[in-house]
């Protein structure tokens, strides 16, 4: 069969091979074409996440061997690491080569923007993106385990939300399933960012996978395909034509479905965001209402190092002098977090780095989503969508009339 791939199309896929299909989750389609982008040496490695200690483990990985890549197959949903930096720490520069990353949309989209920054070489790197309903926190779901499904939390191999739920299996083939709402009301469930995201299905992304709207036979058993770029048209063309994948057109039933369940998690996020965010006032009003958050600040610089946008090689807000903090004075002043707002809050990708590494527990996502939020209805700018567009508070237009 002759395969000509163009962007946009969409496919059901499955691996032919019976390791990987053991291996891997709905047909084994993404392990697939990790290995075959190794294999022809379209890439130099594979940056991807395995399991570590246990399932709330996940360990970044790079991976040279192709024999090696079926180790990352499956699903991490406790893997709330971020991909971007690690790119940008050790795949530029002298260290450059050619990679193939899996990413969910927040990896995405903060590559893309460090793409703008000249901090990543875009003709370096493969997105092969991964559709993404949210991520757990390891800690707080280990013990969602015990409180909400009373299971011991070594003993689930699997969850996944659906319908409204999260589905859990254990290793005695025991499975409960609760309502999402009831154990995010509560304080459990996904990441308090990933709760308020708006990005699903990663578009920005070269070519996305995901189980959303496989329905029929194949449900469980393939994989939905979505080609969103010339890159990833041609990767999957290739892997066709070689036989690394079997394919399949989608039904148009399958289609809608995704569709609306895309649509479904956006108006949750909306949801959550009309429960994190104040009312809408002015943005000076915004700021006042967390400077008392600001004051439980040590300014141990762990946002900073966390934060993937955060990219200065030194960094211009870091000072002993009095204005930041006279020696020994705790708190110090809110300077340092008002002035890394300036520098990345219009490109934000709500990840969440920032708040998770948090000592004082300040709330720094969601005052940053917040602000972001609010740029983006004043420059009509998403970040991470269009590597060519670049974050309004790095452009001054100037009137040759006022000069």
């Known amino acids: 069969m002759i ?19 053991d291996s891997g989750e709905c047909g084994g389609a993404v392990t697939s074409v990790l290995k075959f982008l190794l294999e022809e040496n ?21 991976i040279t061997d192709p024999e090696k890549v079926v180790e990352s197959a499956g699903s991490l949903h406790c893997g709330t690491l971020n991909m971007a930096p690690l790119i940008k720490k050790y795949f530029n ?39 993404c309903g949210g991520t757990l926190p390891p800690v707080k779901t280990r013990q969602m385990m015990e ?5 011991d939390p070594d003993i689930v191999v699997k969850e996944e939300i659906a319908k409204g739920n999260l ?8 499975e409960k399933e609760i309502s999402i709402d009831t154990l995010e009301d509560a304080g459990y469930g996904r990441r308090t960012n990933c709760r308020r995201c708006e990005t699903n299905i ?8 995901g189980n959303w709207g496989v329905i029929g036979p194949l449900a469980g058993k393939a994989t939905f395909v979505e080609v969103f770029s010339g890159k990833g048209a041609e990767i999957l063309e290739k892997s066709l034509k070689k036989g690394i994948l079997k394919v399949k057109d989608p039904v148009p039933k399958g289609v809608e479905i995704r569709a609306n369940i895309d649509k479904a998690m956006v108006n949750l996020a909306k949801k959550w965001q ?30 900073r190092e966390a934060c993937p946008i955060c990219h200065c090689e030194t960094c211009t807000i870091q000072s002993d002098s009095p204005e930041w903090m006279e020696k020994g004075v705790i708190p110090p002043s809110p300077m340092f ?62 009137d040759p009339s006022e000069e």
């Open 274 to 303: 009309s429960k994190d965010f104040k009312e809408s006032r002015g943005d000076l009003e915004t700021l006042d209402q967390y400077m008392d958050m600001f004051a439980r600040c040590i300014k141990c610089y762990g946002c």
């Open 93 to 131: 520069g002298a260290n450059d080569m050619k990679i193939a990353v899996t990413v969910k949309p927040c990896d995405a989209m903060t590559i893309v923007e460090l793409m703008k920054r000249k901090k990543i070489n875009k003709d370096n790197v493969v997105m092969v993106g991964l559709n």
């Open 42 to 62: 379209i890439v130099d490695g594979v940056l991807s996440v395995k399991r570590g200690a246990d399932l709330y483990d996940a360990t970044p990985t790079l």
């Open 147 to 151: 409180e909400f499904y009373e299971i």
């Open 337 to 398: 977090h008002l002035i890394r707002m300036v520098h990345m809050a219009d490109s934000c990708t709500n990840c969440g780095q920032c708040e998770e590494v948090c000592p004082s527990e300040i709330p720094l996502a969601r005052i940053w989503h917040e602000v972001n939020v609010k740029l983006q209805d004043e420059f009509n700018y998403i970040p991470g969508y269009d590597v060519e567009q670049k974050p309004p508070l790095s452009v001054i237009n100037i």
């Open 167 to 174: 589905v859990i299996e254990t290793s005695d083939n025991q």
């Open 202 to 209: 990663p578009k920005m992304a070269d070519i996305a996978f």
């Open 3 to 21: 395969y000509v791939v163009q962007v946009n199309d969409m496919y059901y896929a499955w691996s032919p091979d019976e390791e990987i299909l």
